[in-house]
């Protein structure tokens, strides 16, 4: 072990410590979380992943009130470090690395110890390139409510998937063979795949004041950011009619539901009448998916772990490393109910299926007969969502506009016209209210996740709205989401696109929180 993988094991040995005695007598042994490779029959064709296996497969799954006290052990052949996403663990814990932490060494374990937030996670490798290779898997961290209700929990866990290596994948995106699909414009237009709107790369000398990422009063980022939003957006939006938004950069072989394909779903077993907690995670690379409930009654009552007032509706989308639960009410009638996934602007879909026992089950085809639309460019579905606990109100001490950009030749993406290594962090100091104003220049949405830290949605195109609270919200082409959210602990934290070939090539800054 490292000198500073043992301290990051000594922290939570110390937090383990100063327990009191009878506390320390009565905690659990940690579960033991391995990375490690796995292979998977991909329609016939085996195929060799990465995985984290858990003590009853690939996840965790953690009972009320419990601990995260978790043993990570590296039996992968590379270096790895795992990140728990939308958790807020001490930052010593939080899984980037050389943030504070190095990478896990092959046979190297690391110990973890912290307090969790209930709802639906995941956890996965802060390398994209591991990413690519599936090093991902659910963290779901159930609540006393969620053990007294008379449900059943399901979980979709959602990839994308390619036989070729990520480094093949990356090569194919950047010289623009990777495929991929378009919308959002005139019908028979054909999309320019070096026309950007955003800036190109600059090095950390550059002027981020110019570019809106100065620090800024509250009024100005509420009354004059909605105007400026009001004035502009129209005119926007009206371009946009004229362009297409590159939905897909990437035609990947497969597209899998719990790490299987339509050809070969699992099928899930239920009770006549019965009611289902779904829990969907979105771990795809570069998919954005819709879920597409068909015929059983459902209603959105969380989103990325954190409760909202109900939604109803058939069919509801995420972004990657977002995660919706949905309350699904059956039938009182034997019968089976396909749950699907379909990749937006596409034909191609996943799934799994709910069944009562001795159900038929048809066979479901992969590709639909009508390609699913693009996701939220409204953005419709973010604007209805509320949350059931609001972001308490205080008064705005910071406030930062982000600018999102990038071009597709040559494939690069920046936050504020820099990519990671010439970025210059947004700055804020420990319990100060802070708005980050999310400007998305560019032709193609980003999933922005935040580290260490849950926000709240709150203006959307210069529309204020008491939204979702959330740790990663998609950011359509073209448009602006604004979210406020409370400085946690004095740390470096990550804020980056959830795109793995957009991070890969450099979408990533630091949200750096003094005390």
Known sequence: MTRRGFLAAGTAVLATANLPAFAQQQLPAPTRLTATSRVLDVNGRAATVFGLAGPTGQGLVLDPGARFRVDLTNDLPEPTLIHWHGQIPPNVQDGVPGIPMPMLMPGESRSYDFEPLAGTYWMHSHVPMQEIRLLAAPLIVRSAQDVAADRQEVTLFLHDFAFKSPEEVMAEIRQGHGGGSHGGGHSGTTGDKGHSMAPAPQTKEMDHAAMGHATMNHDAMGGGMQGMMQNTMPGMMGDMAGMEM????????????????????????????????LRV??????????????????????????????????????????????????????????????????????????ATAGAQIAKIPELADEKAPAFDTDPSQEMRLEAREHLPERAVERSHMVMLGGTMAPYVWTIDGAVWGQHRPIVARTGE?????????????????????????????????????????????????????????????????HHMPHLETGMMTEFEVTA
């Open 246 to 277: 590159d939905l897909n950069d990437y035609d990947w072989d497969a597209y899998l539901a719990n790490d299987r394909t339509l050809a070969d779903p699992e099928v899930v077993k239920v009770e006549r009448g019965g009611r289902i907690r």
């Open 281 to 354: 995670i979105n771990a795809a690379a570069a998919t954005v998916f819709w879920i597409d409930t068909g015929e059983a009654d459902a209603r959105l009552v969380a989103v990325d772990g954190h409760d909202i007032r109900p939604l109803e509706g058939p069919r509801f989308g995420l972004a990657m490393g977002q995660r919706l639960d949905i309350e699904i009410d059956l039938p009182a009638e034997a019968g089976s109910w396909p749950i699907l996934a379909l990749r937006e602007g596409a034909h191609e879909r996943t799934g799994i299926v709910l």
């Open 433 to 497: 209210r802070v708005l980050l104003g999310f400007h998305n220049m560019s032709m193609m949405g980003h999933p922005m996740h935040l580290h260490g830290h849950v926000f709240q949605v709150v203006d959307i195109n210069g529309r204020k709205v008491n939204g979702a609270r959330r740790d990663t919200v998609h950011v359509p082409p073209m448009s602006m989401v604004t979210v406020a959210l409370d400085a946690g602990e004095a740390a470096r934290w990550m804020l980056h696109c």
